[in-house]
């Protein structure tokens, strides 16, 4: 179970690591081969776009777990807990669908790429790896919805204070 904890707590931010580290590192050795050697190679470039695009991904399941995402709450302020727990709920209920939405069809894409049997201009592989990157990041975001409904609804049973994120600057 502690396992498990571990996991929630720190997925997404082990797999930004992972993501950005390989973007960085594949960037450098691009860049050097470039000015050091006049080459550079396509597969670095699709490594890096591809990175990039887990990185967004996965990030804005981030953003939704810590309730980071850009939102105007200028208004939440003077607003008690419970009406303030309401608002939240909205909020995540309306993402939830938009999510819903968005992981149906990105599978679909995702399917009609496997069907065609697409592949990358420069490594070969089939674009389904780097497609899955949408609904991937939909699913994270639809399961950090559902755990913030049932911490949203704790709160407005109990009325005690909302989950508003960490702070960023304070």
Do not use: C
């Not at 200028?74 to 669908?97: E, N, R, T």
Request: overall charge positive.
């Amino acid at each position: 179970m502690n396992f498990l904890k571990h996991i929630d707590r720190n997925a997404e931010r082990w797999l930004l690591l992972v993501f950005y580290v390989m973007l960085v590192v594949t960037m450098a050795v691009e860049v050097l081969r470039r000015e050091l050697f006049s080459y550079s190679s396509i597969w670095g470039e699709e490594i890096v776009r591809y990175s990039f695009i887990y990185l967004a991904w996965i990030g804005a399941a981030a953003a939704v777990k810590e309730r980071a995402h850009i939102r105007i709450d200028v208004l939440l302020h003077y607003l008690g807990p419970k009406p303030k727990a309401l608002v939240y709920i909205f909020g995540d209920l309306v993402m939830f669908v938009v999510a819903l939405v968005a992981l149906f069809w990105s599978v679909e894409t995702v399917l009609v790429s496997a069907k065609f049997g697409s592949v990358t201009d420069g490594l070969r592989i089939s674009k389904v790896w780097f497609l899955a990157a949408v609904p991937v990041g939909f699913s994270l975001m639809i399961f950090r919805l559902v755990q913030s409904f049932l911490r949203d609804f704790r709160s407005l049973r109990d009325g005690t204070p909302v989950y508003e994120g960490d702070k960023l600057f304070d």
